[in-house]
């Protein structure tokens, strides 16, 4: 493929994403969308690490990592952006620093907060899309609620075990979280039982989705949830639906 001359890539863009540029429907404008879009990756732990090392591989332009707190021994089984060198220091700032090495002209904002109902209008201001990979309720539903008032579409995605789950919601268009869960899972706490290969799985999965929205090609998972049990290696999708009584997007 020879550089388009009107193109808002470089030389050396071209060289670096020429391989994902022959997907036929995505191409040169795929790219270019890519470059122009800007993703927050919500705590950039075993899911989230994932996520911000594919969308930086793939191109995108700005990514805002927002997850507090320094790197632990039990962090290293999963979190790829997290090498023990770093035990003890900040995780966003490993994880820019990691991020740099491998894509040196993405934009990186490292903030060393989680998302909550008090910074989640301004963290997700700065970007195009966001990518639920936190564990917490508290800090899913304040990004939901933001992501349906500022009309950003939200890539959900979660795990636990060998099991795990994606949708991607568009506000308007598709069930928010809160259709989904009305009340926190009782349950659900902040340490759970976790394979790094689980979680890295369900990351690439939620990096896809984020680059078929950004670059406008392929099905994403609207209307849709897919589950996986690794255990078992099985995949299924369905349908899911709005509650007219939701109190984030339903209708007054």
């Not at 071209?14 to 270019?32: H, I, K, N, P, R």
């Not at 039990?74 to 700032?93: W, Y």
């Not at 490292?110 to 970007?127: H, W």
Request: with cysteine; aromatic share 6%.
């Amino acid at each position: 493929m020879a550089p388009n001359t009107h193109s808002s890539l470089t030389e050396e863009e071209y060289a670096t994403y020429e391989w994902q540029m022959w997907v036929d429907d995505f191409g040169e404008a795929g790219q270019e969308r890519l470059k122009a879009s800007s993703v927050l990756v919500s705590r950039v732990g075993g899911l989230g690490s994932v996520v911000a090392y594919e969308l930086a591989a793939a191109g995108v332009g700005k990514l805002v990592l927002a997850h507090a707190g320094n790197i632990k021994p039990s962090d290293l089984n999963r979190q790829i952006l997290m090498p023990h060198a770093a035990l003890g220091t900040l995780r966003v700032e490993s994880a820019k620093r990691r991020l740099k090495e491998l894509n040196p002209r993405i934009e990186i904002v490292a903030v060393n907060e989680n998302v909550d109902a008090d910074n989640s209008a301004g963290l997700i201001e700065q970007v195009d899309l966001i990518v639920d990979c936190a564990p917490m309720f508290d800090e899913r539903f304040a990004m939901n609620r933001e992501a349906v008032r500022q009309k950003k579409p939200l890539v959900e995605c979660a795990m636990y075990e060998l099991e795990a789950s994606l949708t991607t919601i568009i506000p308007g268009q598709t069930p928010c979280l809160a259709c989904l869960y009305p009340k926190v899972p009782p349950v659900w706490r902040r340490e759970f039982p976790v394979f790094g290969a689980v979680s890295g799985t369900v990351g690439c999965m939620a990096a896809m989705e984020a680059i078929k929205v950004l670059a406008g090609f392929g099905n994403p998972l609207t209307g849709i949830m897919v589950t996986t049990n690794l255990r078992e290696m099985t995949f299924s999708r369905r349908r899911i639906q709005r509650r007219t009584a939701c109190d984030v997007c339903g209708n007054p």
